[in-house]
Nanobody, 124 residues
C-alpha cells in the first residue's frame, strides 16, 4: 500500500500564497505521474495540476500562471506552490500518485493512490 501525506493548507487572504507538500511512501521517481486535485463544497473533485515522470506539467485553466507543481524525487515529495490565491480556490486539496510499484510488488497497470486531503481557505 502506498501512503500519501499532505500538509501546508490553511487560511489565507485573497492575493496571498501557500505551498502544499505531499510526502509519498513509495519512490516517486518510478511513478507514472503525480498530481493535485481539489474539491470544493458541493462540487466534484477536479484536477488542479499534474506532473508526469518525464517532468511534463499540466494545469487547469483556472490556475494557469498562478500555481506551480514540482517534485523532489530525493524527498519523495511533490509540491504545489499557489500564488495570487482567490476565494474560489477554497477547497480540500488532494495529492494523487499513479504508480506500478508498491513495496516489493509490481503491477502491469498503474494504480492510483490518494492522500487524506488538506483544507485551503481563501478569505476575501
Amino acid at each position: 500500500q502506498v501512503h500519501l501525506v499532505e500538509s501546508g493548507g490553511g487560511l489565507v487572504q485573497a492575493g496571498g500564497s501557500l505551498r502544499l507538500s505531499c510526502v509519498v511512501s513509495e519512490d516517486i521517481s518510478r511513478s507514472d505521474s503525480m498530481g493535485w486535485y481539489r474539491q470544493a463544497l458541493g462540487n466534484e473533485r477536479e484536477l488542479v495540476a499534474s506532473i508526469a515522470n518525464d517532468g511534463r506539467t499540466d494545469y487547469a485553466d483556472s490556475v494557469t500562471g498562478r500555481f506551480t507543481i514540482s517534485r523532489d524525487n530525493a524527498k519523495n515529495t511533490v509540491y504545489l506552490q499557489m500564488n495570487s490565491l482567490k476565494p474560489e480556490d477554497t477547497a480540500v486539496y488532494y495529492c494523487k500518485v499513479d504508480t506500478r510499484y508498491s513495496g516489493r510488488a509490481y503491477y502491469t497497470t498503474a494504480r492510483r493512490y490518494w492522500g487524506q486531503g488538506t483544507q485551503v481557505t481563501v478569505s476575501s
